[in-house]
């Protein structure tokens, strides 16, 4: 495609996503629950399709050198697929909050005030690597009366467009417009330009992928983003604690997966059950190959650990990202310095204290500056899925409008409603 044929394909999206964006908004919730059904049930029946067309984008990665968390990323299993259906069916099962009335209020001069919750209108997701993207995108979209323009990466192409197809099928099953949910079928980057500089047609842009992706789109973007940078996420393990469990949730919000952004990255350790858990947990992470970058208190503590990969940290370490089997580990005095740590070198996304102390479990979900903030539990639960959420569109680390991963709600806005009988004001 010439540029000029780019901007007219994405004007023609946008165009057809305003138009269809009415009509989602005025559906009813049976509808747009049967879309979703529809579309879980499409899903299960496609497993073995939606695995070939994977497949060559598989294929294609590798022959290409991506790396190994990247390609891991692309895969659509069974396992994947079956979790994409599950969270169409948990949207389906929650309420319809479009159009509810919030805080009606009597004024003095008689007329009521309150507020209405109504979809946002259009939005733009623009993602790299994960195709079930499209289906979390896709069903909040219906289930919060949203049309939405995709913009997947051009190594998930074929995935991809499989997954459109079914979900332009569900919309068609249910009634719905085909361009309520759109899919841009070129790889070609000057689309991305022209999707995050359409005010008039698209209301906010959600990126969703590496660090440099979302650079640009904030740079560049002419309408709203919401948007996380990182996911550089803390487990503090507190004095006092409970050590097996303490064990258990440092290991699991580590290696359940190395490639999320909610996979914790720091280990902080208070001073007094360090000698205790530190040996522990460094047996766990060197039978799984994890490499420990550490500060000298934390490096004596766990020097006697059979094949222990061990690495003195740097300055650099304690704000990284690794997405991969490595992890940085400090010693602090306790839970005040593992709340300075946190909020000086985190990404305010998700941090957690494993803790047998109310007061400094309070303290811990008071002070620390992140989206999310979690009590003995791995940070792996920071999930729009495991929320409840049904799916999420991202996980936000702003401050403003969407915070923490994004669902229905922060897909939303309200407007202010007033209801009077013929007053005027004096």
Not at 366 to 381: E, K, W
């Amino acid at each position: 495609m010439t540029a000029l044929d780019i901007a007219e394909y994405t004007h023609t999206l946008g165009s057809q996503a305003k138009t269809a964006s009415a009509l989602m908004a005025r559906a009813p919730a049976a509808i747009k629950n049967k879309a979703l059904r529809a579309l879980a049930q499409l899903l299960r029946d496609n497993v073995q399709p939606l695995q070939h067309d994977n497949a060559r984008d598989l294929e294609r990665a590798v022959a290409a050198g991506l790396d190994a968390p990247m390609v891991d990323r692309l895969k659509l299993t069974p396992k994947v697929i079956e979790t994409c259906a599950q969270g169409c069916e948990q949207l389906a099962a929650m309420p319809d909050i479009i159009g509810e009335i919030l805080g009606m209020k009597q004024q003095p001069s008689g007329i009521r005030v309150g507020q209405m919750r109504v979809p946002i209108g259009v939005f733009g997701m623009i993602y790299e690597s994960r195709p079930n993207v499209t289906i979390e995108a896709a069903s909040l979209s219906i289930k919060s009366g949203n049309a939405c323009i995709l913009r997947g990466g051009s190594e998930a192409i074929e995935s991809n467009k499989a997954l459109a197809r079914l979900v332009v099928q569900a919309l068609a099953q249910a009634g719905l417009p085909a361009h309520g949910v759109q899919l841009v079928e070129t790889t070609d980057r000057a689309a991305v330009g022209q999707l995050i500089a359409m005010p008039q047609f698209v209301d906010v842009i959600i990126p969703r992928g590496g660090k440099g992706l979302i650079e640009r789109i904030s740079a560049e973007a002419k309408v709203p983003v919401i948007k996380h940078l990182d996911g550089n996420c803390h487990t503090y393990v507190d004095d006092p604690c409970d050590i097996a469990m303490a064990v258990t949730v440092a290991d699991n919000a580590k290696t359940q997966k190395y490639s999320p952004c909610n996979a914790s990255e720091g280990l902080l350790v208070a001073r007094g059950v360090a000698a205790d858990f530190l040996p522990r947990i460094g047996a766990v992470y060197a039978a799984k190959g994890v490499e420990m970058r550490c500060d000298a208190e934390a490096l004596a503590l766990l020097a006697a650990v059979p094949g222990a990969k061990l690495v003195p940290a740097t300055e650099q370490d304690w704000g990284e990202e690794y997405l991969a089997p490595i992890i940085s580990v400090k010693v602090v005095a306790g839970v005040d310095e593992a709340i300075a740590h946190i909020n000086r070198y985190g990404s305010h996304h998700t941090d957690a204290i494993l803790t047998t102390n109310h007061q400094h479990a309070q303290q811990f979900l008071r002070d620390v500056d992140s989206a999310s903030v979690m009590v003995n539990a791995s940070t792996r639960f920071a999930d729009g899925f495991e929320y409840g959420l049904g799916a999420e569109i991202g996980i936000s680390t702003d401050k403003f409008h969407a915070r923490g991963p994004v669902g229905i709600e922060g897909l939303t806005s309200l407007k202010y409603v007033v209801l009077g009988e013929g007053e005027i004001r004096t």
